[in-house]
């Protein structure tokens, strides 16, 4: 009977050997395939911050030019250019010359 229950106990033994080295395998092939959509998620993320890099440089160059309008606007250059464009004001004395298309 020892035998037997020798027998037996090494038969648990590789079992329990081949389920282990079963599950090792299994954590090992998940953890690569995790590892490689984290790659690609970091290289997505990688590029979505480039993108969003330029636009807050377009926005800032945008911010720039609208700030030095804004100045330009308060000149009285500006002003003159807005009363002989859109109101057809000209200074006394001042002669305008048309085109006879």
Known sequence: MAG???????R???TGMLLITTV???MFFVVAVKSVELREKRADYAAREAALMQEIEAEEARSEEIAEFEKYTQTKKYVEE???EKLGLVYEGEIIFKDGD
């Open 82 to 84: 807005v009363a002989k």
């Open 4 to 10: 037997k229950a020798a027998f037996t106990k090494r």
């Open 12 to 14: 648990r033994n590789k």
């Open 24 to 26: 090792v395998l299994l």
